[in-house]
């Protein structure tokens, strides 16, 4: 059973940093690209970062580039997103995601989320 959960989200100033985690099971995920995805109130989910199974290809979206950071642990089964200067339109709840396939099908898995506010 695929599962994924996440952890690390919190209150943070503007210009602060926190480290996202989100501790994979159930699937080999080495061999799976990681996303991360966040959603604000009243807005659409949007893709925030993504990181290859080898964690040697990265994408990041325009928003947050030069200052998240994506990466992965294949031994402990974790992607992490590293959020630096954070600003207060970066508060979202922000979702792991892994699209795994399961018999003979593609299925698209989430965590539950982790909130993340970025205030003074």
């Known amino acids: 059973q695929v599962q994924l959960v996440e952890s690390g989200g919190g209150l943070a100033q503007p210009g602060g940093s926190l480290r996202l985690s989100c501790a994979a099971s159930?699937?080999?995920?080495?061999?799976?690209?990681m996303r991360w995805y966040r959603q604000a109130p009243g807005k659409e989910r949007e893709l925030v970062a993504g990181?290859?199974?080898?964690?040697?290809?990265?994408n990041y979206a325009d928003s947050v580039k030069g200052r998240f950071t994506i990466s992965r642990d294949n031994a402990k089964n974790t992607v992490y997103l590293q959020t630096n200067s954070l600003k207060p339109e970066d508060t979202a709840v922000y979702y792991c995601?892994?699209?795994?396939?399961?018999?003979?099908?593609?299925?698209?898995?989430w965590g539950q989320g982790t909130q993340v506010t970025v205030s003074s």
């Open positions: 159930g699937f080999t995920f080495s061999a799976y690209a």
């Open positions: 990181i290859s199974g080898a964690g040697d290809n990265t």
């Open positions: 995601y892994a699209r795994v396939i399961d018999g003979l099908l593609l299925k698209d898995y």
